[in-house]
Nanobody, 122 residues
């Protein structure tokens, strides 16, 4: 199928920046929607930002003006530039993608990455 691997998480001070990356691999025919979600213990996973294959973008209100989502279709890679980070941005960030893969026949997929920890603390 399709595998997603995130990178770029870590510890940063309030006001700092991080850039997350998510590389997709496998028998990819196409990637339609991609997105970043985050989750803290005891809470539901929430959408941070999403981007379609036509570059239509959506942000959660809490990150508008601070985070920027982008994708490199040639590299099958998704990015999230996070600026002006706040302690409440602390969470595990997950990458999501859906589309079609080919393995003898065409099939749809929905894939999640393993998650990368982002901690904003002084």
């Amino acid at each position: 199928q399709v595998q997603l691997v995130e990178s770029g998480g870590g510890l940063v001070q309030p006001g700092g920046s991080l850039r997350l990356s998510c590389a997709a691999s496998g028998s990819i025919f196409n990637i339609n929607n991609m997105g970043w979600y985050r989750q803290v213990p005891g809470k539901q996973r929430e959408l941070v930002a999403s981007i379609t294959s036509h570059a239509r973008i959506n942000y959660a209100d809490s990150v508008k003006g601070r985070f920027t989502i982008s994708r490199d279709n040639a590299k099958n890679t998704l990015y999230l530039q996070m600026n002006s980070l706040k302690p409440e941005d602390t969470a595990v960030y997950y990458c999501y993608a859906d589309g079609t893969y080919y393995s003898g026949s065409y099939n749809s997929y929905e894939s999640w990455g393993q998650g990368t920890q982002v901690t904003v603390s002084s």
